[in-house]
């Protein structure tokens, strides 16, 4: 190891730059998968936090936040009455424009009974609505629009006073706002209806058993909660899917640039190699050696990406708190995995050249 | 020094032929060969004549195409390719023209690094590294890196690069060659030393006729084959060790002069003055 640790930093310009290069590409690297992850938490978050284990939509409907849904009437009195429920929470959803300083703005509006649940999970300050046409605003959503407890803000021409502001409701698409059931359905002009049922199985009954049961029930789709938050992920594979192409660009481009600083530290000091080689050195030693050049570059790179990775997320989250890049333990080890692999993948090719060294050539000039 | 294990290498009959067919180029023909401990063999010849492919051979380095090659009874021409790093490791020391250390590491760890090649430990290495370079004078450049060292200076930390695993059977490819006169001359002490004192073989392979001074014997070796030694001649331009027989000659205040080919011979007959000190 003291070999090539010596071979490194011989030249510690270089070796420094090296460096830079791997962590900035494991920056980028594990900014993408926290981007990736923030956006699967942002589309779940309402799922996620919503009372009960069971979700009913309308039949045909397969995603919470993509599709529209409306149950039939008087579902939720049916859901009742069937054993083993403990609890049904109906909201209504639909998406919105604000008018907010003369720009549109989308927004996913949630209507839900306060006295059952189903509404904001974490109110930063004011509260839930009481009273007709108040509304809890994301505070992302308010703080990027100027919008404070207090104010009243427009859809197509009707006002809401603002009433409280909830947190972890905000989303690079749509943020959440809430108002009362009773509210929207006058708004949207369906008494009565509901898009989504939550369900709640009584104590000692499995979600699966009384969704089992709840199958039977006429014009509906009975979904374990867990299930209809896979189907909304799946719906936004769309959006996944560049952000991971993304992420594999900036994983080729760190292979490509440890691989390089191996590899030609490698034919540098091709005659060395050859060397140790002529003096007794085996393959497998020489291998490590290379490996451990690789691991090293990787390695400091990949502990400078991750540290510049949080430097990242937070100046994302200071100029655009609507986008959550969720640096986990597990994205930050997958990143870590990631810059292993690419350590390996750099060292195959500087392994082979060694392994093709012809100890002879030692005496050649 | 300490009192070092006899070896003796026994050549027979070792031949390497390169390629096949119409193309087939033979470097070495059947070459026999005995060094007893102690001994310092001194091969010269002629560019491409065959040196550095015997050498390689008898290293351990690559294979003949036909003999046997005995050290300390061990054959090594009927050992497999994986034993023959160790053998590389533990029963040669090599001495390279161009010193061929490791640019990044210190002169101690140099020569540390193949005892730990070897099995040893970092800590008895480099304790074993530090003695021999201290013995070969060289104590205060421990920490040296190889380019802080001079030519002579290097060349020592190779020789001790050479000893550390306390071989049977040094093998020096032309150690003088990128040394001035007197490092030169130092380096060939030293190899004598380490032959009569320790009772190590060693086998040079070089153009410096001055080796021939240390030397208990020299072959010829010319198109492969050992041959009758000639009458050799230092060419006064190149340094050149020449065959006066086939070399190009002058005369020069009724001295007779020998190169390795007309174009020295016309530097030299331009300005004789200059190369006038030459052997001839």
New interface residues.
């Given amino acids: 190891m ?2 090539a640790l ?2 490194l ?2 030249d510690r310009l270089r070796f420094a730059l090296n460096v830079l290069g791997v962590a900035l590409a494991v920056m980028l690297v594990l900014f993408l998968l926290g981007l990736e992850q923030g956006l699967r938490l942002q589309v779940t978050a309402y799922l996620r936090q919503a009372p009960g284990s069971i979700a009913v939509t309308q039949a045909g409907v397969d995603s919470f936040g993509g599709g529209s849904s409306l149950l039939p009437p008087g579902l939720e009195e049916d859901l009742r009455q069937v054993p083993g429920v403990a609890k049904v929470v109906p909201v209504l959803t639909q998406t919105a424009i604000f008018d907010l300083h003369d720009k549109k703005i989308f927004a996913f509006l949630i209507g839900y009974d306060p006295a059952l649940g189903g509404g904001p999970w974490r109110i930063g300050e004011g509260r839930e609505p009481r009273e007709r046409g108040e509304v809890v605003f994301d505070r992302v959503l308010a703080r990027l629009h100027g919008v404070r407890v207090g104010d009243t803000v427009e859809v197509q021409g009707q006002k809401f006073p603002v009433v409280g502001l909830s947190e972890g409701t905000a989303s690079w698409m749509t943020a959440l706002v809430f108002v009362r059931k009773a509210d929207l359905e006058s708004y949207l002009l369906t008494p009565g209806l509901s898009s989504l049922a939550l369900v709640t199985p009584a104590p000692g009954v499995a979600p699966e058993a009384l969704r089992a049961r709840l199958k039977g029930l006429p014009g509906v789709e009975v979904w374990l909660k867990s299930e209809l938050i896979e189907s909304d992920l799946r719906l936004y594979q769309a959006f996944f899917k560049p952000v991971r192409l993304m992420s594999l660009i900036a994983f080729l481009v760190g292979t490509l640039v440890v691989g390089l600083v191996i590899y030609s530290a490698t034919v540098e ?1 091709q ?2 190699y050859g ?8 393959n497998a ?1 020489l291998y490590g050696l290379v490996l451990a050049q690789a691991l090293a570059v990787a390695a400091l790179g990949s502990l400078s990406g991750i540290l510049l990775g949080f430097a990242a997320a937070r100046l994302v989250l200071a100029l655009r708190p609507q986008i959550l890049v969720a640096l986990e333990p597990g994205v930050v080890g997958l990143t870590l995995l990631t810059g292993l692999f690419m350590a390996l993948l750099a060292a195959w090719l500087p392994a082979r050249l060694v392994a093709g060294l012809a ?2 050539e ?4 | 020094m300490r009192t070092e294990r006899a070896a003796t290498l026994r050549v027979q009959n070792l031949s390497k032929r390169y390629g096949s067919g119409e193309t087939a180029v033979q470097a070495v023909k059947g070459v026999s060969l005995e060094v007893s401990p102690g001994e310092i063999v001194l091969i010269m010849g002629p560019s491409g004549s065959g040196k ?1 492919t015997l ?2 051979m008898l ?1 351990a ?2 294979r003949p195409t036909e003999g046997r090659i005995e050290l300390d009874g061990l054959v090594l021409s009927e050992l497999s390719e994986g034993r023959l ?6 029963h040669f020391g ?1 001495v ?3 010193f ?1 250390l ?4 210190s002169a101690l ?1 140099n020569v540390a ?2 005892a730990e ?2 099995g040893l430990g ?1 800590k008895a290495a480099r304790a074993r590294a530090r003695a021999l370079l201290e013995e070969l004078g060289l104590g205060a450049r421990l920490h040296f890196l190889p380019e802080q060292l001079s030519g002579g200076e290097k060349q020592r930390v190779a020789i001790a ?1 050479a000893l550390v695993n306390e071989p049977a059977l040094l093998l020096a ?1 032309e150690p003088t060659a990128n040394l001035d006169s007197h490092h030169g001359h130092e380096t060939m002490r030293l190899l004598r030393r380490i032959a009569k004192e320790q009772g190590k073989s060693v086998l040079i392979v070089s153009h410096d006729a001055r080796i021939q001074d240390i030397a208990d014997r020299v072959l010829w070796l010319e198109d492969g084959e050992f041959k009758e030694m000639r009458s050799l001649a230092t060419d006064p331009v190149c340094g050149m060790t020449v065959e006066r027989e086939k070399a190009v000659s002058a005369q020069w205040e009724g001295k007779s002069y020998y190169f390795c080919c007309r174009g020295c011979r016309e530097e030299f007959l331009a300005g004789p003055q200059r190369f006038g000190k030459a052997t001839t």
Avoid: C, M
């Fill in positions: 003291y070999v010596h071979n930093l011989h000091r005659r060395e060397v140790l080689k002529a003096l007794g050195a085996r030693r100890p002879a030692v005496f050649r000039r | 550095t050498l390689s290293g380095l690559l790093p160790d053998i590389r490791l533990r090599f390279f023209q161009d061929n490791l640019s990044a590491l760890d690094i193949v090649l070897a970092r690069r490819d």
